[in-house]
């Protein structure tokens, strides 16, 4: 690989004990082995107020939303899990993405920190479709943010039963799964 191709990975939830995040760690192995540079990142590190138009007039964008954006801005592409909340993606995720997606500076072209970004998406959850129904909201949704997503995505169902205690995928072939959603990441970032 001639020019190095960076990632940044994040999961749509704050719980620590995410399936979510342990499914895109996986992911991150696989975009690593690819020969990629991931940064991995927990949005539980960067608490957002909700979005809110009159707040962003008075004081601008928060500190957390500034830090964001310049990780957004300094990576190639977007590894992303999210859980499913009544058929779509979670609210921390849709936040995190608003304030991101809004401009610092009054000459920043129009979602600055999204055009031009290649991104996978994945879920996974106890119920038995894994979170599916949510990632087509999300593939949507960053679709019309200027995001060109993979068109291979996975949601894994009953995920009680997938994950260890240390947030491992106890079945090989479906660790193997997630771990190609990173390469294939990285495959779409170098073509």
Known sequence: MSEEISILAFAGS?????????????????????????TYIDLR??????????????EGLPDNALRLKKLFEGHD??????PEYNSSYS????????????????????????????????????????????LYALR???MNIMVTVHPNMLALGGAFDEFDESGKLKNADKEQSVRQLGAQLVEMLSE
Do not use: C, Q
């Open 14 to 38: 704050t719980r620590k004990s995410s399936f979510n995040k342990s499914m895109v760690r996986a992911a991150v192995d696989g975009a690593e082995d690819a020969g990629a540079e991931v």
């Open 45 to 58: 590190d960067y608490p957002l107020p909700l979005y809110n138009g009159d707040l962003e007039a008075a």
């Open 77 to 82: 592409g977007l590894l992303i899990a999210s």
């Open 91 to 134: 609210a921390i995720l849709k936040n995190a993405i608003d304030w991101v997606s809004r401009p610092a500076r009054e000459d920043e072209p129009m979602l600055h920190s999204f055009a031009g970004k290649k991104a996978v998406i994945m879920a996974t959850s106890p119920g038995a479709m894994g979170g599916l129904r949510g």
């Open 140 to 142: 949507e949704l960053l």
